[in-house]
Antibody, heavy 113, light 108 residues
Framework: EVQLVESGGGLVQPGGSLRLSCAGS????????MNWVRQAPGKGLEWISYISVSADYIYYADSVRGRFTISRDNAKNSLFLQMNNLRAEDTAVYYCARWIDYWGQGTLVTVSS | EIVLTQSPGTLSLSPGERATLSCRASQSVSSTYLGWYQQKPGQAPRLLIY???SRATGIPDRFSGSGSGTDFTLTISRLEPEDFAVYYCQHYLNSPRPFGQGTKVEIK
């Protein structure tokens, strides 16, 4: 069974940093593209970052470019999102997704003083 | 930059009725990279359709997708109680990979 489990969310002050992780299981992690998508409270879905199988292609939404960094460790079946200089508008549930077909349950990031 | 606009914002229908949801792109996109998702409150999105018209694994055949160019449609032939949810379209080629703003299908 394909599973994706996000972790690392929590409460952080504006300007602070967090590192999200996504652990994949039940599939060959190193053969799939991965994405991060977020959803602010009561709002729609926002794609924020993509990483190719070998990390040779990486994309970011304008809203996070320069502040967030996506990475992966295929040996550990893991995806990461380093988030720096966090803002109140980054408050959201963050989902990792295998390509577009399987999604984790999300981890909540709250940016507030 | 591609913008996806979904309509209507809310669709009020009864179980058993047909639902037709629209997703319009600001410029022509490849149908190979157009997907549809369902999201229920408190849950992660679930992929319904990829490549504009291919059903994802385990998706009932009452869900169908169609379209090309700038106009795409998700059709639910006969609404079941579990189909009342929010639906999103997405274009997933290159960058950015935008979602539409969503269509809520609610019980009338």
């Amino acid at each position: 069974e394909v599973q994706l489990v996000e972790s690392g969310g929590g409460l952080v002050q504006p300007g602070g940093s967090l590192r999200l992780s996504c652990a994949g299981s039940g599939f060959t992690f190193g053969t799939y593209e991965m994405n991060w998508v977020r959803q602010a409270p009561g709002k729609g879905l926002e794609w924020i970052s993509y990483i190719s199988v070998s990390a040779d292609y990486i994309y970011y939404a304008d809203s996070v470019r320069g502040r967030f960094t996506i990475s992966r460790d295929n040996a550990k079946n893991s995806l990461f999102l380093q988030m720096n200089n966090l803002r109140a508008e980054d408050t959201a549930v963050y989902y990792c997704a295998r390509w577009i077909d399987y999604w984790g349950q999300g981890t909540l990031v709250t940016v507030s003083s | 930059e591609i913008v996806l606009t979904q309509s209507p914002g809310t669709l009020s229908l009864s179980p058993g009725e047909r639902a037709t949801l629209s997703c319009r792109a600001s410029q022509s996109v490849s149908s190979t990279y157009l997907g549809w998702y369902q999201q229920k409150p408190g849950q992660a999105p679930r992929l319904l359709i990829y490549g504009a018209s291919s059903r994802a694994t385990g998706i009932p055949d009452r869900f169908s997708g169609s379209g090309s160019g700038t106009d795409f449609t998700l059709t639910i032939s006969r609404l079941e109680p579990e189909d009342f949810a929010v639906y999103y379209c997405q274009h997933y080629l290159n960058s950015p990979r935008p979602f539409g703003q969503g269509t809520k299908v609610e019980i009338k």
